[in-house]
C-alpha cells in the first residue's frame, strides 16, 4: 500500500490518483478518511460544503439538535482520548456543538489536509479494464482512485416541494435543509413554516419567540415526545470517561447503538393503570425511554402501539389549550413508525397569541403567491417562508450522484425500480463503489457515529483483504443483493414500520419507489456483515488485480 497522490498528465489534462476516494465530509466520510489512512491508503476526501461536517453544516436552522440519544453517547467511539478531550455541554447537543466537535475532531487527527472543500462531484464512472473510477468535480478535476467511498448522508437532499407558485414568492424562502450561514431575523416578521417532521418540530418553538406571526402549515400531524434537554451532569461525563471500554461495549450490543436499558416486559402484562403510571413516568423523564423502556413489543404489536398512541394524545390535549387545534394536531399512524421526533415546547407552541396552525388536510395549499401562501380558504401574507419539508432520504444523494458502473450502467438505471443493495455497502454492477449508511444498513434507525464507524471498519477489512489476496475488484452479486432484500423484509415485516407511509418508505418523495430500506436488525446487522467477511467475502464476485497503469485505460 502507499499513503502517497500521484499525478498522471493526459490529453485532457493532469489526473490525480489516490487508492481511495471519499464523497463527503460528515460524520461518516471523517472516520473513513481517518481509518482509510492509518491503513496506508492515499486517501483524499471531497465536500461541496466550505466546511467539515456534512449535515452538521448544512443544517442551522433554528433549533436544530440531535434528535437522539445524545451526549455523551453521539459521538465517535474508538478513541478515549477524543472521549476524555471534549466536554458535551447538554443531554441534547446543538448544531453549532456537534459542528464544533467535528470541526475538532479533523483538526485533532489532522483531517484537513486531505480534504478538499466547496467541490462536487459531478460525474463518477468505473473503468473494468483498469479496475479504477474516474471521478469529475464541477471544476473540471478528473481523479483516478482503486475505491470509492460514498459517505454522502442519509438525510443531504433537500426535498423542495412541486407546490404551484413557489418560485414566485417575493419575500424570505428558506429550506431548513440549506440554512443561510449568515444569521437569519425573524423579528417583526410573518413567518410562515409548511412542514413539521423533525425540523418543523425543532424550529416551529424558536421562530415563534421571535415572529411577530408565525403560521404552520401541516399536513400530517406528529408524535412528539418531550426532549427534556438539560445540562449534562459532570458526573455522567466522569462516569462516561472512566468506563469507556466497558460503555463501548454495551452501545455495539444495544438495538439502536445507544446506552438505553430495553424493556421485556410486553403491553398487555400491565393494567391500564399501571401502564398508564409507568408511561407518565418517562414521559416526565423525557427522550427515548417513553418507546424504548416501556414494552418490548410497541413496534410489533398493534394494541400495544395503540396504548401508547393514546397515552401521547392524551398528552396533546392537556398542553394545547384550544380543543380545535389540538384535535388538528392528533397522529393517528402507528408511533414510532415514523421517525421519532423529541421537541423542547412544541406543542406548547400552539397556545401562543402570535402562532397560527393550518391543518392542509382541511385547507390545503391552492398556490404559492408573491406576497404569501393561498389555501382553500383565503390567503395568509407572509415575509418569509420556511419550507421544513425533509430530504429524499436515504438514496436521494446517491442517486443525484448517480455513478456508472459496468457496463456504464447509471445508478438511477439499476434503482429505477428497487434499491438493491448487498448488506447495505454494495451495489451489485458497481465494482469497488462502497456506501456508508447505505439502503440496506441500519442508517437512520441506529446510532449514526458508531455505525459509521463499523461499517468503515468493515469496508477498511475488505480493501485489505482485496491487497492481501492480489484482488483487483470486489463486486456483490444479483443474487446476494435478492437474499439481502428478503432479508431486510421479512425482518420488517415482524414489525409496524412497512404499515406507515414515511421517508423510510419513500413515500415523502411522488414517483419514488416505495421499500422500507433499513435493516432493522441492529448488532444482528453487524454480525452478518461480519460473518460474510469470515466466509471469504460470501455473495461477492472477485477479479484478479490486472496491473494495468492508469495512463493507459484513460
Known sequence: MTNMQQTTATARGPIKSYDAVVIGAGVGGLYALHHLREMGLSVRVYDGATGVGGTWWWNRYPGARVDGPGSPFYCYTFSEDLVKEWDWAETQPSQESVLEYLEYVADRLDLRRDIQLETWIRDASYDEVAQRWTVETNAGERISCQFLVCAVGTLSAPNTPDI????????????????????VSFVGKRVGVIGTGSSGVQAVPEIASEAAHLTVFQ???QYSIPARNRALEPELMQHARENWEAIRAQLNTNPVGMPFKFSERLAREDTPERRQALYEDLWQKGGFHLLFSSYADLLTDKEANRTLADFV?????EVVRD????AKLMPEYYLGTKRQLLDNGYYETFNRDNVTLVDLREDPIQEITPTGVRTATGDHPLDMLVLATGFDAITGTLLRLNPKGRGGVSLKEKWSTRFDTYLGLMVADFPNLFMIHGPGSPSVLYNMPLGAERESAWIGDCVRHLREQGLGAIEATVDAEKIWDREITDLANTTLYPLTDSWYTGANIPGKPRQFCVHLGGPLYFQRINEVAANGYEGFAFEEDRRVETVAAL
Not at 323 to 326: E, G, H, I, L, Y
Open 219 to 221: 399536513r400530517t400531524p
Open 313 to 317: 394524545r392524551g398528552k396533546i390535549g
Open 323 to 326: 380543543p380545535k387545534t389540538a
Open 164 to 183: 404551484p407558485g413557489i418560485n414566485t414568492f417575493a419575500g424570505e424562502c428558506y429550506h431548513t435543509g440549506r440554512w443561510p450561514q449568515t444569521p
